[in-house]
Nanobody, 119 residues
Framework: VQLVESGGGLVQPGGSLRLSCTAS????????MGWYRQAPGKQRELVAA???????DYADSVKGRFTISRDTAKNTVYLQMNSLKPEDTAVYSC??????????????WGQGTQVTVSS
């Protein structure tokens, strides 16, 4: 199973970006997918996540600005980031908690994508 991300980049404060993450492989079931971020010198933190049932969870710092959504047919999760601030600058990594046949339940990670908010 692989998680492939896209959509990072450089944006001015107040701007928007959309991140995408697609899970691919065979014989897996998604329990939860989400986005974490890690800024230089800081611990990795959960940004947003969505469960297989559609429940969502957000970090307080992004509530009202970021929206996580999913396309179950495409095994893809999106993170729409609006009103971006310089403090949102970080490497964003996609996480998937998946059940994989013969492997059980594990956390899988994407390669990470840089988001830089700067004027």
């Amino acid at each position: 199973v692989q998680l492939v991300e896209s959509g990072g980049g450089l944006v001015q404060p107040g701007g928007s970006l959309r991140l995408s993450c697609t899970a691919s492989g065979s014989r897996f079931t998604i329990y939860r997918m989400g986005w974490y971020r890690q800024a230089p010198g800081k611990q990795r933190e959960l940004v947003a996540a969505v469960t297989n049932g559609g429940s969502t969870d957000y970090a307080d710092s992004v509530k009202g600005r970021f929206t996580i959504s999913r396309d179950t047919a495409k095994n893809t999760v999106y993170l729409q980031m609006n009103s971006l601030k310089p403090e949102d600058t970080a490497v964003y990594s996609c996480n998937g908690r998946l059940f994989v046949q013969f492997e059980g339940i594990n956390d899988y990670w994407g390669q990470g994508t840089q988001v830089t908010v700067s004027s």
